[in-house]
């Protein structure tokens, strides 16, 4: 399970992850909405472990090691980290990303039987660039998944290629889901679909507001009146 606690990161001028708190077990899909880029994949980095957080905890299965997370984690598809260069063919992509895998992993994957065993054959010999939104996220996280090692998996902004979430959504479902190999996975979104009712939090979500100093406000009904609890 994956347990994020005031998480933040800073930046040069302001918060590039403004704190946030989070809960992603396995065998669920949890959207974070955020309406940055930056800020969404500066989540998206720090959850997979791939950048430092500035404060705040990173707790994977209790344990709160970055190596720990790094291994059981994969980032999916983020702008001007790993997302595929558009110059690559399908074929290209994924020789390239078979050959980085851990090499006690790798065993015997090539290209052309891993094309035809995950259905992409039809595609492989178009540009990244080309492939339809939903073709997209299902080979970028079939990729995601030829390493064994990975139990969460973490996907940046996937409703950039579309803004029909039925183009990447029941992907994600289907992976948290499958119940022959439980992940947790996170996608980090624009906008919570419409519809949703499945776990789901907000970039910022954990920043800490200001008190109201007493002395200045008289003691009326209204001010009396009980908070009401933050949105998650």
Do not use: Y
């Amino acid at each position: 399970m994956l347990c994020v606690q005031q998480l933040s990161v800073t930046g040069r001028r302001d918060d590039l992850l403004p704190p946030t708190s989070l809960e992603a077990a396995r065998g669920e899909l949890l959207l974070v909405e955020g309406v940055r880029q930056d800020q969404r994949t500066a989540l998206a980095l720090a959850l997979s472990g791939r950048m430092r957080p500035s404060s705040g905890i990173v707790n994977w299965d209790g344990n709160a090691r970055i190596k720990v997370l790094r291994q059981a984690s994969t980032v999916v598809d983020s702008p001007g980290v790993n997302e595929p260069e558009q110059h690559l063919s399908v074929r290209d992509l994924v020789t390239e990303d078979l050959s980085l895998l851990p090499r006690r992993r790798r065993g015997i994957l090539r290209s052309t039987p891993w094309l035809k065993l995950n259905n992409f054959e039809d595609i492989a010999g178009l540009w990244t660039e080309q492939l339809p939104a939903g073709r997209r996220t299902g080979l970028l996280t079939a990729l995601a998944l030829a390493n064994p090692d990975t139990d969460l998996l973490v996907v940046d902004s996937p409703d950039r290629h579309s803004g029909d979430a039925g183009d990447w959504l029941p992907r994600l479902q289907e992976l948290a889901q499958d119940a022959g190999r439980p992940l947790a996975v996170v996608a980090t979104v624009t906008r919570i679909p419409d519809g949703w009712t499945g776990p789901a939090a907000a970039i910022g979500n954990a920043v800490l507001r200001a008190e109201p100093h007493t002395d200045e406000l008289p003691e009326t009904p209204e001010t009396l009146l009980p908070e009401t609890e933050d949105a998650k």
